[in-house]
C-alpha cells in the first residue's frame, strides 16, 4: 500500500478528532458539563457556546467532550469483554469438538438467536440501568459471533500440519491453543472487533435514548439525543449535534475497519 | 520451412507493469501434429508463456514485445472477439485442475455441448452425438449418463478426461495442455496422458505440453523447450535432450532425476517400530437427511521398520498410505490394532506412549503448511526442544544453532518467517524441527513432493546424509517412485488399505511380484529408457 487510500484518511480523521476530544475532554471542557445556568438557557450556537447549550443551560460542546470519553469507554469495555469471552468459548469449543462443542454451542446459538439489542434490555432490566451494567448486557450479547468466528477459524487450523506438527513435538494442548491456534485467529478478530466497537456505540446510545442507559445527570451521545427530543422545534442544535457525533463516529470506524479487512485479507491485496 | 509450422512464437517478452520482466524473448515454433513440450521449474515463465499466446495471462501482465504466428495469422494483432473464436475452436486447452477447470454447478452435457453451440452450426442431435462418441472415445463408462453428471460424480482422472473430451470436441489444430496431469497419481497419470497422445494424433493435432516433470515430457513428446527466469535455455528433439543436453542447466535438471541409491545392509536386531493389523475408520459425516457411511481407511495392515532402515511406503491417492503414517504418528487413534515401539505399545497415556512421543518426529509434505507462519526460523527449531527437560536453556540454543548447520542453512536465515524463505529452505527448516531433538525414528509424509527437481535432489540428498549420520529409522511417504528408489531400503506398497507388496528395494523395483507393483512402475516414466 503506498498511497493511503481516501477512505483511510476520512475514517482516520472522524475517528482521530473524537477520540482527541475525549482525551482532552478528561482534564479540560470549555465550562462545566453540569453547571446549571438560568441565563443560557436554549441558548443558539454563539462565540460563547460554541455548539449552543441545553434546556438547563448546560454547555452542548462540553457535555459531548465528556461523553465521547464515557461512550468511547463503555464501547472499549464492551468490545475487549465480548473478545474475550468470545474467544475462549470458541477456542475450547472448536479445539475440543465433540460433546464439549454440541454444549457450548448449543448455547451460543440460544444467545443468538435474540437481537442484540433485546438480550441487553433484558439483562438491564434485570440489573438496573448503570455504566457496568450496559458494559456487561453488551458485553454477553456479542460475544456470541465472536464465539462462532473463533470456532470456525480453530476448526480449519487444528487440521493443518503445524498444529499437526506442534501435537508431534509433545507440546501440551493448551500451549497448541495459547502458541499456535490463538495468534492465527487474530486477523478475522480484529476486523470483527473494529464493527463490533460500531454497534457498542450505537447500542449505547439507543439504550441511554429508550432510557437505559447512564443515568443523568452524566452525558452520553445517546441520552443527549434523547433529553433533546421535547425541544426539537425550539432548538434544534440539541439533537443534531450528538447524532452528527454518533453517525460521523460510526462512519469513520465503519470506514477503518474495511480498510483493515483488506489489509489482512490477502486476497484483497495488491488488487 | 517456417510457413510450414502451425505456431511460431518469436521475441516474446512479458512483463509486470512496473516493468519487471517475466518472460524474456522468448522464441519457438510448434509444426502441425508435433508434441512440444516446455519445462521448467516453478517461476520459470512456463505457463505464462504458453497462456500469453492467447492472451490469457493474468490482467497485471502484459506483452512488451513479440510476435505470435498461428496458421499464418497474427495473432497479437486480434480483437478480442477474434481471439474468443480461436479459442477452443482452433486452440484447445487443458488445465491442471480439473475440478476448478470444470463449473461445479453445470452438468458435464451442457458443459461439453457450450463449446459446440458457440463454435459449429451443428443441430442438437447432431451436437449429441458427437459429445457421446467423444465420452466413449476417452473411456468414460457410461457416456449417456455422464451428460446427466456433475463434476464432483467424478475422480480426477475421469475429470481430467472430460476436459480432453471438452477440448478435442472442436477438433483444434492445437491442444495447450498446462500441467495437465500434475494433480493425478501415477497410474492415471499415465493412462490420461496415452489418451491425450493417441486422440491428438487421430485428429492431427498439435500439442504443446508444460510441465515440471522432464521424465514425463520426455516420454510423449518431439521436442523439449527447457525454460528457466523467463529464457529458453534448450530447445532441442527430445531423443537429443536426453542423450546429449547442450546447456549445463539441462544437464543439471538430469542429473537431479533420481537414481537408484547404494544397497546398504539388512538391520540386525528386533524391530524398532511395530504395527500389527491396523484397522482405521473414519466416520461418517451426519448429513441433514441422510448420514453418509464411514469408510475403512485401513484393513488391516502389518507394518515392520527395523532400526537405522529407512521403509518407504508407495502406493496411489487413497491407498491409505497417508493415514497410516498419521496413526502411527499418533494423531489419530485407530479403530482396531497395536502399535508398537520397541516392543512396547504406543497407546495414549501409557509408559510406552510416553516414552515414544520424543522419539518419533514427522516431517510433512508442504512446509508452507506445516511451519506456523507466524513464527521465525529459529523458534519454529527451539520448539522441538521446548519439552526436552535434559537441556538448558543455552543447550537448546546451541543445538538449534548446530541442526540449522547440519542442514544447509545459514545463520543470518534463523531471524526469518517462513514466507521469506524458498520452498527448498523451508523443508530444510521442517527437517531441522523434526531431527534437533535427535528422534530415533521419523516418518516423512511426501517431504519432496511439493519441491521443484533440483531442489527435491538436493533435499534427498540432505535426507540420505542425516540418515546415515545419525542412524534414525524412517518410515518414507510417497507416490514418487524415483525418490524412493534413491532413499529406501525397503518398500512397502498399499492399495486401497492393505498391503499388496512388500519386500527389499531392488526385489521390488526389479521384479515385483503383485500387478499393481508392476502398473506403478511401469507408470513411472524414467529417463534410462530413453538413454539406451
Excluded at chain 2, 519487471?20 to 501434429?33: Q, Y
Aim: charged residues 20%; contains cysteine.
Amino acid at each position: 500500500m503506498s498511497a493511503l487510500k481516501p477512505n483511510v484518511v476520512i475514517g482516520g480523521v472522524l475517528v482521530g478528532v473524537v477520540a482527541l476530544a475525549a482525551l482532552v475532554g478528561m482534564i479540560w471542557t470549555p465550562f462545566n458539563p453540569l453547571a446549571v445556568s438560568f441565563t443560557a438557557r436554549l441558548a443558539p450556537p454563539s462565540e460563547l457556546h460554541w455548539l449552543g447549550a441545553d434546556e438547563f443551560g448546560r454547555d452542548v460542546l462540553s457535555r459531548l467532550m465528556v461523553a465521547a470519553a464515557t461512550s468511547a469507554r463503555i464501547s472499549l469495555l464492551t468490545v475487549v469483554g465480548a473478545l474475550f469471552a468470545g474467544t475462549t468459548v470458541g477456542l475450547v469449543a472448536g479445539y475440543f469438538q465433540g460433546w464439549t462443542d454440541r454444549i457450548l454451542m448449543a448455547l451460543n446459538n440460544a444467545l443468538l438467536a435474540f437481537p442484540g439489542i433485546l438480550l441487553a434490555l433484558g439483562l438491564l432490566a434485570i440489573m438496573g440501568a448503570n455504566e457496568y451494567g450496559i458494559i456487561l448486557a453488551l458485553g454477553v450479547a456479542y460475544s456470541p459471533s465472536v464465539a462462532r468466528v473463533v470456532r470456525g477459524a480453530v476448526l480449519s487450523l487444528r487440521e493443518t500440519d503445524f498444529v499437526a506438527a506442534s501435537r508431534i513435538m509433545d507440546n501440551s494442548e493448551i500451549y497448541t491453543i495459547v502458541r499456535h491456534i490463538l495468534p492465527n485467529c487474530i486477523a478475522p478478530l480484529i476486523v470483527l472487533a473494529t464493527s463490533m466497537f460500531g454497534w457498542a456505540l450505537l447500542a449505547e446510545s439507543a439504550l441511554s435514548f429508550l432510557g437505559l442507559g447512564v443515568p443523568p445527570p452524566a452525558a452520553t451521545w445517546g441520552n443527549m439525543l434523547a433529553a433533546s427530543r421535547p425541544f426539537i422545534a425550539q432548538a434544534v442544535w440539541l439533537g443534531l449535534f450528538p447524532g452528527l457525533c454518533i453517525s460521523l463516529t460510526l462512519m469513520g470506524i465503519n470506514l477503518l475497519g474495511d480498510a483493515l479487512r483488506d489489509r489482512l485479507d490477502p486476497r484483497m491485496r495488491g488488487v | 520451412m517456417a510457413n510450414a509450422d502451425l505456431l511460431v512464437v518469436a521475441g516474446l517478452r512479458l512483463a509486470l507493469r512496473d516493468g519487471k520482466e517475466i518472460v524474456k524473448d522468448v522464441t519457438f515454433s510448434v509444426r502441425p501434429g508435433e508434441i512440444v513440450g516446455i519445462v521448467g521449474e516453478s517461476g520459470s515463465g512456463k505457463t505464462l508463456a504458453a497462456r500469453a499466446i492467447l492472451s490469457l495471462q493474468p490482467p497485471a501482465i502484459r506483452r512488451t514485445a513479440g510476435t505470435i504466428q498461428f496458421d499464418g495469422q497474427e495473432l497479437t494483432r486480434l480483437n478480442a472477439r477474434a481471439l474468443r473464436q480461436l479459442r477452443g475452436a482452433r486452440i484447445g486447452m487443458v488445465f491442471q485442475e480439473p475440478m476448478t477447470s470444470l463449473d461445479p454447478s453445470m452438468t458435464i452435457g451442457r458443459q461439453l455441448e457450450e463449446g459446440l453451440v458457440l463454435h459449429t452450426k451443428l443441430s442438437g442431435p447432431q451436437r449429441r452425438t458427437r459429445i457421446l462418441e467423444m465420452l466413449a472415445r476417452v473411456a468414460l463408462a457410461d457416456p449417456e449418463a455422464a451428460l446427466g453428471a456433475f463434476p464432483h460424480h467424478f475422480s480426477g482422472g475421469m475429470r481430467q478426461r472430460i476436459m480432453l473430451a471438452s477440448a478435442m470436441l472442436l477438433r483444434p489444430a492445437l491442444l495447450i495442455a498446462d500441467e495437465p496431469t500434475t494433480a493425478l497419481d501415477a497410474v492415471v497419470q499415465r493412462d490420461v496422458l496415452e489418451l491425450m497422445v493417441d486422440l491428438t494424433r487421430e485428429y492431427g493435432t498439435a500439442i504443446l505440453i508444460i510441465s515440471h516433470d522432464l521424465s514425463m515430457v520426455a516420454r510423449y513428446t518431439d521436442r523439449v523447450l527447457v525454460m528457466r527466469h523467463g529464457e529458453i535455455v534448450e530447445d532441442n528433439t527430445t531423443a537429443e535432450l536426453i542423450r546429449a543436453p547442450r546447456e549445463p542447466y539441462t544437464r543439471n535438471l538430469l542429473s537431479a532425476m533420481p537414481h537408484r541409491g547404494p544397497t546398504r545392509p539388512k538391520p540386525s536386531g528386533p524391530p524398532l517400530v511395530e504395527v500389527n493389523n491396523l484397522i482405521v475408520d473414519y466416520k461418517g459425516s451426519a448429513g441433514l437427511f441422510l448420514n453418509r457411511p464411514g469408510k475403512r481407511a485401513l484393513q488391516g495392515v502389518g507394518l515392520r521398520v527395523g532400526p537405522g532402515e529407512v521403509v518407504a511406503l508407495v502406493g496411489g491417492s487413497g491407498s491409505g498410505k497417508t493415514t497410516l503414517g498419521r496413526a502411527i504418528a499418533g494423531l489419530l487413534d485407530p479403530t482396531k490394532g497395536e502399535i508398537l515401539f520397541e516392543g512396547q505399545t504406543i497407546a495414549r497415556g501409557t509408559e510406552g506412549w510416553r516414552r515414544y512421543r520424543p522419539q518419533c518426529q514427522m516431517v510433512f509434505q508442504d512446509p508452507f503448511l506445516s511451519l506456523d507462519p507466524r513464527m521465525t526460523v529459529h523458534s519454529l527449531v527451539r520448539e522441538a526442544l521446548r519439552a526436552a527437560r535434559n537441556l538448558t536453556s543455552v543447550a537448546k540454543n546451541v543445538r538449534v544453532r548446530e541442526t540449522l548447520r547440519e542442514v544447509g542453512l545459514a545463520e543470518d536465515l534463523a531471524t526469518r518467517y517462513p514466507h521469506e524463505l524458498s520452498g527448498g529452505q523451508r523443508q530444510r527448516v521442517a527437517i531441522a524441527r523434526a531431527i534437533a531433538r535427535r528422534p530415533a525414528f521419523l516418518i516423512a509424509d511426501e517431504p519432496v513432493s511439493a519441491l521443484d527437481v533440483t531442489v527435491r535432489a538436493q533435499i534427498l540428498d540432505l535426507f540420505a546424509d542425516l540418515q546415515a549420520r545419525h542412524g534414525f529409522s524412517c518410515l518414507f511417504i510417497s507416490h514418487d517412485l524415483g525418490a524412493v528408489e534413491q532413499i529406501a531400503d525397503r518398500v512397502v506398497v498399499m492399495r486401497d488399505g492393505e498391503v499388496v507388496e512388500e519386500g527389499d528395494r531392488d526385489q521390488v523395483f526389479d521384479s515385483p511380484c503383485h500387478p499393481y507393483t508392476r502398473q506403478l512402475l511401469m507408470a513411472v516414466p524414467r529417463l534410462e529408457a530413453f538413454v539406451t
